[in-house]
């Protein structure tokens, strides 16, 4: 009802009267039937548009997930509990500081990135719990977005991914598009399936459809990887054969910006200093505002100035971020987070690959903590962590009466 009234006061009555509806829709279903939830929640990570200035699909799926659990109630442990725990503690920290001490300018705000951190850790819990499948709803996914980018390169000279509904997504899909073929090159390497090698292949046209550089650098990372192993070898030298021929060609001009604007920035200092007017360049407000991240961090720099405290689209870097609002507390947090993700999910290559992936493309954004990105990711390692065998003294990470049913 919260939702309804929240979108009819600014779309009008139907619109509220749709959104209500859809909440309650997908509410019900994740509550009913969670196997089901989580293979649309992985759906709705990569394809979904925003419902409204914050809402998507994902968020009520998400909740229905939570209201399943809380039926049965079926505790289960899995070896990243620990890590999490430290992690959310720290972001709580971080967030009563900044909201007593006023650097969250905005509590709403601050409020929301802390829930939407919370709810990637319930998607991750679910895929543990449920043992998900994540490549039909991957595949779906991959096939809905490369139709719409083809359709929208088709009708548009434009960059596709770049007006509504998905207005600035060409990044945050390319970057899903290098996750998933990272997936698929795990997959592969376990057992080689039609399925996974459409998958791969769908992957590598998406990333490609969308232009987007940093997608292009983590698929060309993750691909080099891979020729360690003998299984992927050969599609790992054609992808990385075909990027420097896209580097070569129709990208070449898009790879050649970067040096000519980082130029462009360095006399800009230096007119600025001067006492000239600055010269026009697309990535100067980028550099300006790490500057400025700079000097919150040595101000804040142990709890940092608290999550939602600034700009996100601003950060251009996932380390920034989390640099600059929650501080060295937070830093070293994430790093026991990667450590223990590393270590755990090493029975899984896939996962593995795909957590490399998101570091490159936290280069250049803030990958860790965007929907289209940071969901399936924690769904991905939460359905390689299904498989885990604990050591000795460690709990099982499925439950025996799951195991009987499967």
Known sequence: MAVGLAVGARHGTVAGVAAGACVIALTELAARRPHWAVSFLAFAYAA?????????????????????ALRTRRPFATPLDRPIAIWLLAIGLS?????????????????FTALKILEYLIAFYAAVRLRARLEPALFLALMWLVLWGAVESWTTNGRIFD???????????????ALCAAWSYGRISERSTPRDWTLLAASVGLAALTQSRIALLALG????????????RIP?????????????GPLKPRWTEAPREWRTFRRTEARVAEGFPPVFSYTRNRFEVWALLAD??????????GPGSRDRVLYENAGAMIACELGAVGIGAFLLLLVAIF???????????????MLVLGL????????????????????????????????SLVDPADSAGA
């Open 296 to 305: 919150d961090f040595a101000r804040y720099p142990i709890v940092g100035t």
């Open 236 to 248: 790992a030298v054609l992808i990385l054969l075909l990027g420097a021929l896209a580097l070569l």
């Open 221 to 232: 990372v993750v691909s080099v990887l891979q020729l360690f192993r003998a299984r992927v």
């Open 163 to 177: 007006r509504p509904p998905y207005k600035a997504e060409a990044n945050h899909v390319g970057g899903f598009a």
């Open 48 to 68: 979904a548009p925003r419902l409204d200035a914050q809402l998507r699909a994902e968020d009520f799926a998400t909740l229905g997930l939570l209201l399943a």
């Open 364 to 395: 250049a954004s803030i990958s860790f903590f965007l929907a289209r990105e940071a969901g399936p990711w924690w769904m991905m390692v939460g359905s390689a962590l299904a498989g885990y065998t604990p050591r000795d003294g460690e709990s």
């Open 343 to 357: 270590l755990h999910a090493r029975v899984s290559w896939g996962a593995i690959s795909a957590t490399l992936a």
């Open 95 to 111: 967030l009563s500081v900044g909201l007593l001490s006023g650097t969250i300018a905005r509590p709403a705000m601050g409020a």
